[in-house]
């Protein structure tokens, strides 16, 4: 097949897939004198929007085609035209060792999930423990959160199959290259998400599909002899001459093991403190902490498409921004959310923490972001591997208090902050955070270098979204758990000084999202896969 790239076409000739292949043949034709007939297929590689002059978007493509008369075409030498290359495949050695016992997997998140496919593929019939809800549970029980107010932890969005990920935009943008990350895509489109994430340039699936998509994988994980328990929290792990030989599960079973894939997440909090406990290597790590903030979406639209703004082939805008501060200190948006919502993300009782989702056609009235500002392990005051965990726990719960005890979020708008006053009523954004708000000014939860360098980004991050300052957007408070605040150390065999413990993933510190969690829990998969044989009953 030969690769074509550059290819250029105008918003109306895109408006759905079919036109675009249309219209994208009809160029190549023009553009290189190749016969229409001689045409046999074409395929998208890549897609993405041009919108670096407003007067001017346009979407940019690479696309593979099957020609008859290929050595002619390719002999004219044209630029854009190469050979497609040949996509590797996933080859794994498989190794001899004889397991004695099956692997098991701490966490159904990102991690989990395809460390678990990938062993199951493999013959390992892995025995994954998720301490939350499979997803039709935990839909349930956040729901009854709302209505009742009545916390429990399996209500929580950050715990339970598909982890924190599942309720999030479920985008799969990274910037690591990496053969796995097409894995990845090839099985979440073979399990349900939709064909064009192998090929946007920003690929995201929405939370509303993607809980299918996860359950459908987990499905094909015990139909390959794999096993997914929930409500199974390890709680103690036991350790012999220095190697794993069984975990702990709700503090009574025990499950016998030599080797188990460690992917938590950032936010189990009671596992870091049992990890800690058992003297498994643990250090600080840098994080950041902010707010949500809330714009009307048709607001980011305009600043970022002009005229062609809401033309229904482009969707709803986004935005990515960064700031440095004379303070040293830097601010940035993250996990920003088109069309979308702002949510409960409370882990533990008492306590407030933010977050933002989609759901795949981003078509709610607000676009959010994480607006955060980096914390370094200097801030906490304390050399305790787990003192990051106590200084977003101090804000989580002060701003539950300032909020009203009632998992209330602290809200603020951008103009009253800016101004240092409290907000009293609301403007043209309404806010979706739910249970529900109380305003509260984010200087009585923050300390000012932290206020001061968000003030000083939303002024900056206004010249380059027109309207990012607008009076009446909504801050809301507290986004604390955008990244692990602790790394469980592992050697380059992605192994915890403590034989058969590999820690993995966004929890201990070795990937920042859902592509760079799922690769990092294959690459660790790939340690038991490389030195043993698939397990035999």
Same mark, same amino acid.
């Given at each position: 097949?030969?690769r074509i790239i550059d290819l250029?076409? %105008?918003?109306?000739? @895109?408006?759905?897939?079919?036109?675009?292949?249309?219209?994208?043949?009809?160029?190549?034709?023009?553009?290189?004198?190749?016969?229409?007939?001689?045409?046999?297929?074409?395929?998208?590689?890549?897609?993405?929007?041009?919108?670096?002059?407003?007067?001017?978007?346009?979407?940019?493509?690479?696309?593979?085609?099957?020609?008859? *008369?290929?050595?002619?075409?390719?002999?004219?030498?044209?630029?854009?035209?190469?050979?497609?290359?040949?996509?590797?495949?996933?080859?794994?050695?498989?190794?001899?060792?004889?397991?004695?016992?099956?692997?098991?997997?701490?966490?159904?998140?990102?991690?989990?999930?395809?460390?678990?496919?990938?062993?199951?593929?493999?013959?390992?019939?892995?025995?994954?423990?998720?301490?939350?809800?499979?997803? &039709?549970?935990?839909?349930?029980?956040?729901?009854?959160?709302?209505?009742?107010?009545?916390?429990?932890?399996?209500?929580?969005?950050?715990?339970?199959?598909?982890?924190?990920?599942?309720?999030?935009?479920?985008?799969?943008?990274?910037?690591?290259?990496?053969?796995?990350?097409?894995?990845?895509?090839?099985?979440?489109?073979?399990?349900?998400?939709?064909?064009?994430?192998?090929?946007?340039?920003?690929?995201?699936?929405?939370?509303?599909?993607?809980?299918?998509?996860?359950?459908?994988?987990?499905?094909?994980?015990?139909?390959?002899?794999?096993?997914?328990?929930? *409500?199974?929290?390890?709680?103690?792990?036991?350790?012999h001459n220095n190697h794993l030989?069984?975990?702990?599960?709700?503090?009574?079973?025990?499950?016998?093991?030599?080797?188990?894939?460690?992917?938590?997440?950032?936010?189990?909090? &009671?596992?870091?403190?049992?990890?800690?406990?058992?003297?498994?290597?643990?250090?600080?790590?840098?994080?950041?902490?902010?707010?949500?903030?809330?714009?009307?979406?048709?607001?980011?639209?305009?600043?970022?498409?002009?005229?062609?703004?809401?033309?229904?082939?482009?969707?709803?805008?986004?935005?990515?921004?960064?700031?440095?501060?004379?303070?040293?200190?830097? @601010?940035?948006?993250?996990?920003?959310?088109?069309?979308?919502?702002?949510?409960?993300?409370?882990?533990?009782?008492?306590?407030?923490?933010?977050?933002?989702?989609?759901?795949?056609?981003?078509?709610?009235?607000?676009?959010?972001?994480?607006?955060?500002?980096?914390?370094?392990?200097?801030?906490?005051? %304390?050399?305790?591997?787990?003192?990051?965990?106590?200084?977003?726990?101090?804000?989580?719960?002060?701003?539950?208090?300032?909020?009203?005890?009632?998992?209330?979020?602290?809200?603020?708008?951008?103009? &009253?902050?800016?101004?240092?006053?409290?907000?009293?009523?609301?403007?043209?954004?309404?806010?979706?955070?739910?249970?529900?708000?109380?305003?509260?000014?984010?200087?009585?939860?923050?300390?000012?270098?932290?206020?001061?360098?968000?003030?000083?980004?939303?002024?900056?991050?206004?010249?380059?979204?027109?309207?990012?300052?607008?009076?009446?957007?909504?801050?809301?408070?507290?986004?604390?758990?955008?990244?692990?605040?602790?790394?469980?150390?592992?050697?380059?065999n992605h192994q915890s000084s403590?034989?058969?413990?590999?820690?993995?993933?966004?929890?201990?510190?070795?990937?920042?999202?859902?592509?760079?969690? %799922?690769?990092?829990?294959?690459?660790?998969?790939?340690?038991?896969?490389?030195?043993?044989?698939?397990?035999?009953?």
């Amino acid at each position: 097949m030969l690769r074509i790239i550059d290819l250029k076409l %105008s918003l109306d000739k @895109a408006i759905n897939h079919d036109s675009e292949l249309f219209h994208l043949k009809k160029l190549i034709v023009r553009t290189f004198n190749i016969s229409e007939t001689s045409i046999l297929s074409i395929k998208l590689y890549k897609k993405a929007i041009d919108a670096r002059k407003k007067e001017q978007i346009h979407f940019v493509y690479s696309v593979d085609i099957e020609v008859k *008369n290929e050595g002619m075409i390719f002999a004219k030498g044209h630029r854009q035209i190469s050979v497609t290359p040949h996509i590797k495949s996933l080859d794994i050695p498989v190794g001899t060792q004889k397991l004695k016992y099956r692997p098991v997997i701490i966490g159904f998140g990102p991690s989990g999930i395809f460390s678990a496919l990938l062993l199951a593929k493999k013959g390992y019939r892995p025995i994954v423990l998720e301490r939350g809800l499979d997803v &039709d549970q935990r839909h349930e029980q956040m729901d009854h959160f709302l209505k009742t107010l009545h916390f429990s932890e399996n209500a929580s969005i950050l715990f339970g199959e598909g982890g924190a990920g599942t309720y999030s935009d479920g985008k799969l943008t990274t910037l690591i290259s990496d053969i796995r990350c097409r894995f990845v895509l090839e099985e979440l489109v073979s399990h349900g998400a939709p064909e064009e994430i192998m090929y946007i340039n920003k690929p995201h699936v929405g939370t509303d599909l993607l809980r299918g998509v996860i359950k459908n994988i987990r499905q094909d994980i015990i139909k390959m002899g794999g096993e997914v328990r929930f *409500n199974a929290c390890v709680t103690d792990l036991v350790i012999h001459n220095n190697h794993l030989t069984k975990v702990i599960i709700n503090h009574k079973e025990e499950l016998l093991t030599n080797h188990c894939l460690l992917g938590i997440g950032h936010s189990a909090r &009671d596992t870091f403190k049992m990890l800690y406990d058992n003297q498994i290597p643990l250090s600080q790590k840098p994080f950041a902490i902010g707010v949500r903030i809330e714009h009307p979406q048709a607001l980011i639209n305009q600043s970022q498409y002009g005229v062609y703004a809401n033309h229904p082939s482009l969707g709803a805008a986004d935005y990515k921004l960064s700031y440095h501060s004379q303070n040293n200190r830097s @601010a940035y948006t993250f996990c920003m959310c088109p069309g979308g919502y702002v949510v409960c993300a409370t882990s533990e009782a008492l306590g407030v923490v933010t977050n933002g989702m989609s759901e795949s056609k981003r078509d709610s009235k607000n676009a959010n972001s994480a607006l955060l500002v980096n914390i370094n392990p200097e801030d906490f005051k %304390s050399n305790h591997p787990l003192a990051g965990i106590d200084y977003q726990r101090h804000y989580e719960q002060l701003a539950f208090k300032l909020a009203g005890s009632n998992y209330n979020a602290p809200i603020q708008k951008v103009g &009253d902050f800016l101004n240092d006053r409290l907000s009293t009523s609301l403007g043209v954004v309404i806010p979706s955070y739910k249970p529900g708000y109380t305003f509260v000014k984010m200087t009585d939860i923050y300390p000012k270098f932290i206020t001061n360098t968000m003030k000083e980004a939303i002024l900056d991050f206004n010249q380059k979204i027109k309207g990012f300052a607008l009076d009446d957007a909504i801050m809301t408070g507290v986004e604390t758990r955008s990244s692990s605040p602790v790394r469980i150390t592992r050697d380059d065999n992605h192994q915890s000084s403590i034989r058969g413990l590999y820690p993995m993933g966004e929890g201990a510190g070795y990937a920042g999202g859902i592509m760079s969690a %799922s690769v990092d829990g294959m690459k660790t998969a790939e340690q038991i896969i490389t030195n043993f044989a698939p397990f035999d009953l």
